[in-house]
């Protein structure tokens, strides 16, 4: 195959590989087209003097309590922390569970390593007492 042609073949596989793309880029330029489009909105039609009783705290009819700074118990945050871990290995297992049997033997000792270093993080956080409420 003369090199011009088989140079004209590859601009237009790399062209088509560039055309998957429209969808994603016409999407996000509408979405933050239409984002723009509302805070606009927002600010020509929006109240221009609010005043002092509109700008308070609302609290179901009544003044706030207390001040809504106050300090969180750390186990909160390693609650938090270990369902974001676990829900990440739910998004690489769910998909990883329609192709295994294509991937074969190699991708289900790399996907037993992953969920049993998964594992050994859990019963270590478990052993620690993280997972204890007083």
């Known amino acids: 195959m ?6 004209q073949r590859q601009r237009q596989e790399r062209i088509a590989v ?3 793309y ?3 880029l016409l999407f996000l330029i509408v979405a933050t087209g239409i ?3 509302l805070m606009l909105v927002g600010r020509f039609l929006g109240p221009r003097r609010p005043d ?5 705290p609302y609290e179901c009819g009544f003044e706030a309590f207390e001040d809504a700074r106050m300090k969180f118990d750390v186990r909160y ?12 290995e739910i998004i690489f297992i769910v998909p990883w569970t329609q192709v295994f049997m294509e991937l074969g033997a190699r991708s ?6 992953f969920v049993g270093m998964l594992f050994l ?9 993280a997972l204890e409420w007083e």
Not at 52 to 56: A, C, D, Y
Request: proline share 4%.
């Open 18 to 20: 560039l055309a998957e």
């Open 121 to 129: 993080g859990f019963i270590y956080v478990w052993k620690k007492g």
């Open 108 to 113: 289900l000792v790399t996907m037993g390593l």
């Open 52 to 56: 002092l009783k509109k700008l308070s």
């Open 22 to 24: 429209l969808p994603s």
């Open 2 to 7: 003369p090199k011009r042609l088989q140079a």
């Open 35 to 37: 984002g723009v489009a």
């Open 77 to 88: 945050y390693l609650i938090a922390i270990q369902f974001i871990v676990f829900d990440l």
